[in-house]
């Protein structure tokens, strides 16, 4: 038997509810940018998440991605240099290889697709300063934590 309108709906708050908890698993806010970036198709821009297009639909899925996307985008916006910082170096801190992912996004700068399609431009050039920034001074951090033997 087919569901209402109400029936939907009240089905999709606990299902939206459950992707709130798992974007909180994530700890930190570049985390979360770099999951949600990954779940948009670059060519199309659409973001694709089966298990939770399976409990609402790919419609409401792609909206509640993009809405999280968007939201987690403007907070990491809201940190200031040094905070996130601290954020950016507690996701390194949980990847294997973190200097070689430091110096693969500071020479691909991949970083640059991390921001939402809904962000304004002035928005984007502010991430990506900053992101230009944290990344030249975590790539001599790295450097000086671990110089290279044959320098």
Same mark, same amino acid.
């Given at each position: 038997? +087919?569901?209402?309108?109400?029936?939907?709906?009240?089905? $999709?708050?606990?299902? +939206?509810?459950?992707?709130? *908890?798992?974007?909180?698993?994530?700890?930190?806010?570049? +985390?979360?940018?770099? !999951? /949600?970036?990954?779940?948009?198709?670059?060519?199309? +821009?659409? !973001?694709? *998440?089966?298990?939770?297009?399976?409990?609402?639909?790919?419609?409401?899925?792609?909206?509640?991605?993009?809405?999280? *996307?968007?939201?987690?985008?403007?907070?990491? /916006?809201?940190?200031?240099?040094?905070? $996130?910082?601290?954020?950016? $170096?507690?996701?390194?801190?949980e990847i294997p290889a973190p200097a070689a992912v430091v110096s693969a996004w500071h020479s691909?700068?991949? !970083?640059?697709?991390?921001?939402?399609?809904?962000? /304004?431009?002035?928005? =984007? $050039? /502010?991430?990506?300063?900053?992101?230009?920034?944290?990344?030249?001074?975590? =790539? *001599?951090? !790295?450097?000086?934590?671990?110089?290279?033997?044959?320098?």
């Amino acid at each position: 038997m +087919g569901k209402s309108a109400a029936d939907k709906g009240s089905g $999709q708050e606990p299902a +939206g509810d459950l992707w709130r *908890h798992t974007l909180a698993r994530i700890p930190t806010l570049s +985390g979360r940018l770099i !999951y /949600l970036s990954s779940l948009r198709n670059l060519a199309s +821009g659409a !973001y694709e *998440h089966n298990g939770l297009a399976r409990m609402v639909g790919d419609e409401e899925a792609a909206d509640t991605l993009r809405r999280s *996307h968007a939201r987690s985008f403007q907070d990491w /916006l809201c940190l200031n240099l040094e905070q $996130q910082k601290t954020d950016l $170096q507690d996701y390194l801190a949980e990847i294997p290889a973190p200097a070689a992912v430091v110096s693969a996004w500071h020479s691909s700068a991949s !970083y640059r697709d991390w921001a939402p399609a809904s962000a /304004l431009d002035i928005e =984007k $050039q /502010l991430f990506a300063g900053d992101m230009e920034t944290l990344l030249n001074l975590l =790539k *001599h951090e !790295y450097c000086a934590a671990s110089p290279d033997p044959k320098s």
